[in-house]
């Protein structure tokens, strides 16, 4: 629960320090194994990048770091038109809209379900939470490849074999790989396969780690 009044001038820094609280707490004695998908992801690589020592490994999940990306300014300004709707017309049309920009495909019918309101008890306070203080933000959050490179033998990049290859999720991992020359992993199902095929995500998962590191 958020108490109090919050510093969103640094979300991102704060989220990652969350994080590293939270493993200090649960692992005091050695680091975690870290998987992050979406903006969880933009959250892992500032924790990569800022408390490096609590990282085994991260598997950083399609994260839609849009400063990555060429066209970076048209997706800030489609970002910025998704929330102006969200303002005039609400929660559900904005979702719709959303949808399409990361072009979510068979995924769609999913997304929009966890933006309604008639589907959960905190959903409508929670998307109207997401779309004032992460939508307008964390996809702007610039990573600097020098920085990443530096930490690059922690990071595991996955994508989804069912998400679409222009899609800004996707491709920011892609530039990712060839920046740093760390290879790309094809998960199963599309953004959010570690939900929808959970055993065999998790099964790919620790064979991924298993090679790296036999301890696994």
Same mark, same amino acid.
Not at 115 to 129: E, L, R, V
């Given at each position: 629960?958020? #108490? %109090?009044?919050?510093?969103?001038?640094?979300?991102?820094?704060?989220? *990652?320090?969350?994080?590293?609280?939270? /493993? =200090? &707490?649960?692992?005091?004695?050695?680091? *975690?194994? !870290?998987?992050g998908s979406s903006s969880g992801g @933009?959250?892992?690589?500032?924790?990569?990048?800022?408390?490096?020592? !609590?990282?085994?490994?991260l598997l950083c999940h399609e994260p839609?770091?849009?400063? @990555?990306?060429?066209?970076?300014?048209?997706?800030?300004?489609?970002?910025?038109? /998704?929330?102006? @709707?969200?303002?005039?017309?609400? /929660?559900?049309?904005?979702?719709?809209?959303?949808?399409?920009? /990361?072009?979510?495909?068979?995924?769609?019918? %999913?997304?929009?379900? #966890? $933006?309604?309101?008639?589907?959960?008890?905190?959903?409508?306070?929670? #998307?109207?939470?997401?779309?004032?203080?992460?939508?307008?933000?964390?996809?702007?959050?610039?990573?600097?490849?020098? #920085?990443?490179?530096?930490?690059?033998?922690?990071?595991?990049?996955?994508?989804?074999?069912?998400?679409?290859?222009?899609?800004?999720?996707?491709r920011a991992n892609v530039v990712l =790989?060839?920046?740093?020359?760390?290879?790309? &992993?094809?998960?199963?199902?599309?953004? !959010?396969?570690?939900? !929808? &095929?959970?055993?065999? $995500?998790?099964?790919?998962?620790?064979?991924?780690?298993?090679?790296?590191? =036999?301890?696994?």
């Amino acid at each position: 629960m958020l #108490s %109090g009044v919050q510093d969103y001038d640094h979300r991102m820094e704060i989220d *990652a320090d969350d994080a590293e609280r939270l /493993i =200090s &707490h649960l692992s005091p004695d050695e680091p *975690a194994t !870290v998987l992050g998908s979406s903006s969880g992801g @933009l959250i892992s690589l500032e924790l990569l990048l800022r408390h490096p020592g !609590v990282v085994r490994n991260l598997l950083c999940h399609e994260p839609p770091a849009f400063k @990555l990306l060429p066209d970076c300014e048209e997706l800030v300004a489609a970002q910025r038109d /998704i929330y102006q @709707l969200y303002r005039k017309q609400g /929660i559900a049309p904005a979702a719709e809209r959303f949808a399409q920009l /990361i072009r979510a495909g068979d995924e769609t019918q %999913g997304l929009l379900r #966890s $933006f309604d309101t008639k589907t959960g008890p905190y959903n409508f306070a929670n #998307s109207m939470y997401w779309f004032e203080r992460e939508l307008p933000y964390y996809g702007q959050h610039d990573y600097q490849i020098s #920085s990443l490179r530096q930490h690059q033998n922690k990071l595991i990049l996955l994508n989804a074999q069912g998400s679409d290859p222009e899609a800004m999720q996707y491709r920011a991992n892609v530039v990712l =790989s060839e920046e740093l020359g760390i290879e790309l &992993h094809l998960m199963p199902g599309g953004h !959010v396969g570690y939900a !929808v &095929h959970a055993p065999k $995500f998790a099964r790919l998962v620790y064979d991924i780690l298993k090679d790296r590191d =036999s301890s696994y």
